[in-house]
Nanobody, 124 residues
């Protein structure tokens, strides 16, 4: 069982930056692929970024070049650094953990554990 707690959301002006953190419980954090997803009002949950075996990373096209996912296994924490934020990045951001450590995944269906979400609001 893995429990995830996100933090770092807030209100920021367009062009600004935020860093989200996701603290995980459990001794086997390093063996999970980790992902960030987001959901805007009236929209489906969408993939943002993931990190898996060998610190391989993947990003949605909409955030590529602006967002960076990283992890610190000693702290059981995964991060999402968000730069050059746009109003369309406004959403609730969720951290998720998947047992598919070696393959990674962009689909929320393959993630086993979820955090409660943190709100990110980007004003124009």
């Amino acid at each position: 069982q893995v429990q995830l707690v996100e933090s770092g959301g807030g209100l920021v002006q367009a062009g600004g930056s935020l860093r989200l953190s996701c603290a995980a419980s459990g001794r086997t954090f390093s063996r999970y692929a980790m992902g960030w997803f987001r959901q805007a009002p009236g929209k489906e949950r969408e993939f943002v970024a993931a990190i898996w075996s060998g610190d391989t990373t993947g990003y949605a096209d909409s955030v590529k070049g602006r967002f960076t996912i990283s992890r610190d296994n000693a702290k059981n924490t995964v991060y999402l650094q968000m730069n050059s934020l746009k109003p369309e990045d406004t959403a609730v951001y969720y951290c998720a953990a998947s047992r598919r450590y070696y393959s990674g995944s962009y689909s929320h269906y393959t993630y086993d554990y979820w955090g409660q979400g943190t709100q990110v609001t980007v004003s124009s």
